[in-house]
């Protein structure tokens, strides 16, 4: 039903304003670097180790890759429905 959603998103977000879903976007685009930054430059690029211990994992659990690509297709699937439903309906 995440793709419904998506299609909502994008369909109603012209109710609002043309550019709604753009701006929508685009502000919350604005997180990545604070992202980046904490990750890559605060953390090393590695999770802090009392985060490994809450979740209850050693850092071996974390150098295995079970699901490959797929959360990045699927990422990008909810992306795509969600602009083409935004260009498909027009108020």
């Known amino acids: 039903f995440a793709y419904v959603n998506a299609v909502f998103m994008g369909a109603g977000a012209k109710v609002w304003n043309p550019m709604a879903l753009w701006a929508g ?12 930054f904490r990750h890559y430059i605060q953390d090393g690029g590695k999770f802090p180790d009392h985060m490994m211990a809450d979740l209850g994992m050693a850092g071996a659990d974390l150098s295995v890759k079970k699901a490959g690509m ?22």
């Open 70 to 91: 797929l959360p990045y297709l699927t990422l990008a699937a909810g992306v795509i429905v969600m602009l083409i439903a935004n260009w498909v309906f027009v108020i």
């Open 25 to 36: 976007l685009i502000t919350a685009a604005l997180i990545i670097p604070v992202f980046c």
